[in-house]
């Protein structure tokens, strides 16, 4: 019996101490040999149903540091070089987790700027601390404008570096009705004042609902010829889709919205194209640009559209498709996988963060959200507006500049790959619509 | 499709849905039913199995559909130790322990699987992938025609296993009166490790019938089927094998109906809507029998 009492406590040990080996922090992750430091917070999902996209944002923050410590570190007003140092928080993909965190890097580790958080409802929780102890804090995952826009406490310590949720329904919209809209007039020989007919599926968190808000107030405030046919919602981390879908298919949607994570708009799709015969154009949002997503949907991704501002198989032409291959190179170098878009916001906020102390000319907080108001950067690796990164005035937020990728299936490689569709500027072919798609009908 | 396709559609996935239900349900009734313990990390069996199969399946190329009985196996070996080495300590010491055991075992096993699996999202892709075959005015997937034969199958051989084999009779006395079945002669400890081990079988069934239907899995996947189990064994009546079998078909219907017509939000919530309803009314459950 004690044996027995025994071999539980054991197994109890190596629980908690496996739970801790998850949670560990990797506290130096480069060389201190300069005399002082930069000490930077990267609150990130590295354990729970986020960790995916949590371990790409930390590790794509310790490419950042690196390069950023290899090129001398981070200037001061005394001349002296700081490098910096990065101290992960694990938020577990819960809330609590991320208050703990947050507490943790604020308090004990005393950083002097934060930068990461996914998940707006777990990003949100945990802000009250923030505004609390005062410390800029660098949003790179959460993309609900409510991270920024709420009023309930006070979020002056906080900049959004991220598309918004408002960002990626506009953009979307505007594609279906400036490319789609005409395609499939032209296919179907359809009058061109028909209205397009749109389902849209959306994750009923505070993401699925921004984006639902932004599509329809984009259709509202340009006019558009766009009828919502069907909304339908689903459970963050739901599986099984088919009964929506149906739903979907029985209004006979020209295109459909995904407002989903990697691992729901993947199995949406290959649902919907292989056990409900829809077949439509999907649309996914910005997140879902990442290898995992390819290597999931497969070939039932063919013909699919994906937003995007980083992709791990693509980059734009130009000096900063240049700086995101870099990127990809050093990431796929250190730890033989490709970053995500999260990482990428990720890496530039590391970045972001190292110019507004190095302008501010010290690690004094206030002096550093001030540097961060003012900040007006090159664009890193990221396509930015007048490729210059900036936050508004108004609710500190940065604006970026995405693009739409069609997917097309690679038997060789047996997964889709995309390329760059619209805009006009960055585009390396045409969108077409594929030989299966059925256009809607009233 | 027009509207009654629609929703003889949605029934259809209810079916389907509702078959994961009631093996996860089955297995979690069949353990209470003898061993009287709750266990919360049942839905770890399901995730485990679901690797697995998964495992097997991607290296070897092997018809996952066959997997499941390697799958079913080795889960029961995992069952066994589990039973011998965790509950058998604490049985009769009260719900307190147990709970907290199997949250410890919930960690292990998640954190464990993540150190094996990584903790990514994963799926595959069944050999019958992208098959449909008319049923009435519906075309169905051949996989969930598949799922539901197979889970038919698995219930009639535990039902055969029950009535007609000894070992099945000393169960069921075993969950009928447990001191009654020690007065003649039965080694209850045996039982509860036998019931403990199928019980684990039918969860790691469960996982299997979740990949190839090309539902995503993870490390972390067990912790709402596991409450969803709970449900159902108090739905059909705690202990009652029927009990399990109509819960697990009623809950997958009843989600998927509520999905169709008030959203997906709702899909979890009915569940628990009827549960509370079933008690009010019945609160044995729907084929529990009165004590006393």
């Not at chain 2, 396709?5 to 994961?20: H, T, V």
């Amino acid at each position: 019996m004690k044996l027995q009492v025994l071999l539980i406590a054991v197994l109890l040990i190596m629980a908690a101490f496996m739970a801790g080996c998850t949670q560990q922090t990797p506290n130096q992750q480069s060389n201190t040999s300069a005399s002082q430091v930069l000490k930077v917070g990267v609150i990130a999902s590295l354990t729970g149903p986020a960790s995916n996209v949590g371990n790409n944002m930390w590790q794509s923050a310790q490419v950042a540091a690196e390069k950023i410590n290899a090129d001398g570190g981070v200037k001061l007003k005394d001349g002296s070089k700081a490098q910096i140092v990065l101290i992960v928080g694990d938020d577990e993909s819960t809330q609590q987790g991320g208050q703990k965190a947050a507490t943790k890097l604020i308090t004990d580790e005393k950083v002097d700027i934060l930068v990461g958080g996914y998940s707006s409802a777990v990003t949100s929780a945990y802000e009250q601390t923030i505004a609390e102890y005062k410390v800029p804090y660098i949003v790179t995952g959460a993309s609900s404008p409510i991270i920024t826009h709420r009023t309930d406490i006070d979020t002056s310590y906080v900049f959004h570096h991220v598309p918004t949720t408002d960002a990626y329904g506009e953009y979307v919209i505007k594609f279906i009705d400036q490319v789609i809209k005409p395609a499939i007039a032209e296919k179907s020989g359809s009058a061109s004042d028909r209205p397009i007919r749109l389902a849209l599926l959306y994750q009923d968190t505070a993401f699925g609902k921004g984006v639902q808000t932004a599509v329809s107030d984009t259709i509202k405030k340009n006019n558009l010829n766009i009828d919502l046919v069907a909304q339908q919602s689903f459970k963050m981390g739901e599986s099984d889709f088919r009964t929506p879908l149906t739903t979907i298919k029985g209004s006979n949607p020209d295109v459909v919205f995904l407002a989903a994570f990697p691992n729901e708009g993947a199995p949406i799709i290959s649902q919907a194209r292989r056990d409900i015969g829809l077949n439509t154009i999907f649309l996914n949002v910005i997140n879902n640009d990442n290898a995992q997503f390819y290597k999931d949907i497969s070939q039932y991704g063919d013909g699919a559209i994906i937003e995007s501002m980083f992709s791990p198989y693509i980059a734009p032409a130009g000096e900063v498709g240049d700086a995101q291959n870099a990127f990809k190179q050093a990431y796929y170098n250190k730890f033989k996988t490709y970053p995500d878009m999260m990482g990428a916001s990720t890496y530039e906020g590391i970045f972001i963060a190292a110019k507004a102390v190095e302008n501010s000319g010290t690690t004094d907080k206030a002096s550093v959200r001030q540097a961060l108001v003012d900040l007006k950067m090159p664009q890193v690796i990221n396509v930015m507006k007048n490729q210059t990164i900036s936050f508004s005035p108004d609710f500190r937020e940065s604006n970026f500049d995405l693009w739409m990728e069609q997917l097309s299936y690679n038997a060789t490689l047996g997964e889709t790959r995309p390329l760059i569709v619209w805009p006009d500027n960055q585009k390396s072919t045409d969108f077409t619509l594929p030989s299966w798609y059925t256009p809607g009908s009233a | 499709m027009d509207d009654i396709g629609i929703f003889l559609q949605i029934i259809f996935w209810g079916l389907y849905a509702g078959c994961i239900y009631i093996l996860l349900g089955t297995g979690l009734n069949l353990i209470f039913g003898v061993m009287k313990i709750l266990n919360f990390a049942h839905g770890e069996f399901l995730m485990i199995g679901a690797y697995i199969t998964a495992t097997v399946f991607l290296f070897t190329g092997i018809n996952p559909y066959i997997v499941i009985l390697l799958s079913m196996l080795a889960l029961m070996c995992i069952g066994a130790v589990v039973e011998r080495l965790c509950f058998r300590p604490i049985l009769g010491t009260g719900k307190l322990n147990e709970i907290f055991l199997s949250i410890g075992l919930i960690y292990i096993f998640q954190n464990g699987a993540a150190m094996i699996w990584g903790d990514s999202w994963q799926s595959i892709k069944s050999p019958y992938d992208g098959i449909t075959i008319p049923v009435g005015s519906l075309s169905v997937p051949l996989d969930c025609i598949i799922i539901i034969t197979l889970t038919a199958v698995i219930l009639v051989a535990l039902y055969i296993f029950l009535k007609k084999t000894r070992i099945g009779r000393e169960m069921r006395a075993t969950s009928q009166n447990r001191k009654g079945a020690m007065l003649i002669g039965i080694d209850v400890e045996r039982i509860d490790v036998i019931s403990f081990s199928l019980g684990c079988a039918l969860a790691a069934a469960a996982g299997t019938l979740w990949v190839v239907s090309g539902q995503v899995f993870n490390p972390y996947m067990g912790s709402i089927p596991v409450v969803k189990a709970f449900a159902i064994i108090i739905l059909g009546g705690l202990g009652s094998i029927p009990g399990a079998i109509i819960g697990g078909l009623l809950m997958g219907i009843a989600e998927n109906g509520t999905a169709f017509f008030l959203g997906g939000v709702w899909k979890d919530a009915v569940s628990f809507i009827i549960l509370i309803i079933v008690l009010v009314v019945r609160p044995t459950g729907l084929f529990g029998e009165k004590k006393g």
